[in-house]
């Protein structure tokens, strides 16, 4: 389960996809298989989300790492690498950016 927790020390990844619509639930899959199958196992990660916009434009990663370091370790990693060329190949641009949280408020 993802729990956002400014006193965690994570950070976590905002990758925003653009795709055609008629894509977007094969990058859905891809996305998932890849969490599933590769990204779960490697050291440092904590979670990942998948969400689709309501158009279906747009794919977002919302994924979670213990650190820095422990991202960019699995960047270089080959077979992780084959996952996010496949992501790149269905979408049309991608944005991937680390983000630190500093507050979170609940009802």
Same mark, same amino acid.
């Given at each position: 389960?993802?729990?956002?927790?400014?006193?965690?020390?994570?950070?976590?990844?905002?990758?925003?996809?653009?795709?055609?619509? *008629?894509?977007?639930? !094969?990058?859905? #899959?891809? +996305?998932?298989?890849?969490?599933?199958?590769k990204m779960r196992h490697?050291? /440092?990660?904590?979670?990942?989300?998948?969400?689709k916009s309501l158009d279906g434009t747009r794919v977002?990663?919302?994924?979670?790492? *213990?650190?820095?370091? !422990?991202?960019? #370790?699995? +960047?270089?990693?080959?077979?992780?690498?084959?996952?996010?060329?496949?992501? /790149?190949?269905?979408?049309?641009?991608?944005?991937?950016?680390?983000?630190?949280?500093?507050?979170?408020?609940?009802?």
């Amino acid at each position: 389960m993802t729990t956002i927790d400014p006193a965690a020390g994570i950070v976590t990844l905002i990758n925003t996809f653009e795709v055609a619509p *008629e894509k977007a639930d !094969a990058l859905v #899959a891809l +996305l998932d298989a890849a969490s599933e199958e590769k990204m779960r196992h490697v050291p /440092g990660f904590v979670s990942a989300n998948i969400h689709k916009s309501l158009d279906g434009t747009r794919v977002a990663n919302y994924a979670q790492w *213990e650190s820095r370091e !422990a991202f960019q #370790a699995m +960047l270089a990693d080959p077979e992780a690498q084959v996952h996010m060329r496949a992501c /790149g190949e269905i979408a049309t641009s991608f944005s991937p950016v680390l983000y630190e949280a500093l507050s979170c408020h609940r009802s």
